[in-house]
């Protein structure tokens, strides 16, 4: 699978955290993808991203949106002004009927910090350790690709050991259970997050992916599921 072969196998060792992506890949050819890029010895850019089509051309599109990220966050130091610039590459000769979401955040080890901007995509979850709520990152901007006039916005996050960010596709929230026709939905997803918030991360990805299967009783996915899990420890763990 394309997909398989261009994310990352593992995600690099940064102080002060702990970090996994989980892709698991639908029956047909899609676009979902994440990235880890290390862009100094303090600060590592993550992506996730959805591109909205099938086979080919979605799968096409998603490797050009990779290349293209990887190219521009070396020159851009804002998340807001990468998407800025990936939108406007695409808006100039895509096809309107593909187009992308995509959050992609700058993680510093040094100042604790993630620094993000979400192009219509999924709202990252944020659970601060011991806390009862799990917020919504919601700053951005539109969907990539279809308007060159969109613009975006960035936020940031300061890390306290134990705080977490869970990214993910809509392959998640609306995994199926086929008897009834219920979603996973949001609600499930922050539940569980909130219920699991000490796991590791790698272990975090595995329980979200057993919580999908027993749901829809299935491993059969109509769309792809992706998850990039962030999580602040403490330097001990």
Do not use: W
Not at 148 to 173: K, N, R
């Amino acid at each position: 699978m394309i997909q398989q072969n261009l994310i990352p196998q593992q995600a690099p060792d940064l102080p002060g955290f702990d970090i996994a992506g989980f892709l698991r890949s639908s029956m047909t050819v899609s676009g979902d993808f994440y990235d880890f890029i290390l862009l100094d010895d303090n600060r590592l850019g993550i992506t996730i991203a959805d591109v909205r089509g099938k086979g080919i051309p979605a799968a096409l599109l998603m490797v050009m949106i990779r290349t293209t990220l990887r190219l521009i966050c070396r020159e851009e130091t804002s998340p807001d002004a990468v998407l800025k610039r990936i939108n406007d590459l695409l808006a100039i000769d895509t096809d309107p009927d593909l187009f992308a979401t995509m959050v992609y955040g700058i993680l510093d080890s040094a100042a604790m910090t993630f620094t993000y901007s979400s192009a219509g995509h999924n709202y990252p979850l944020y659970l601060k350790n011991g806390g009862t709520e799990v917020a919504q990152l919601e700053v951005g901007g539109m969907i990539l690709g279809t308007f060159d006039y969109a613009t975006f916005e960035s936020e940031t996050i300061h890390f306290a050991p134990g705080d977490e960010i869970l990214l993910y596709t809509d392959g998640v929230t609306e995994a199926e259970r086929k008897s009834d026709e219920t979603f996973y939905g949001e609600e499930r997803l922050a539940a569980l997050l909130q219920s699991n918030g000490n796991q590791p991360a790698e272990t975090l990805c595995q329980t979200i992916e057993k919580a999908l299967l027993d749901f829809t009783g299935t491993d059969h996915r109509d769309d792809d599921v992706t998850i990039v899990v962030i999580r602040a420890t403490d330097g001990k763990e």
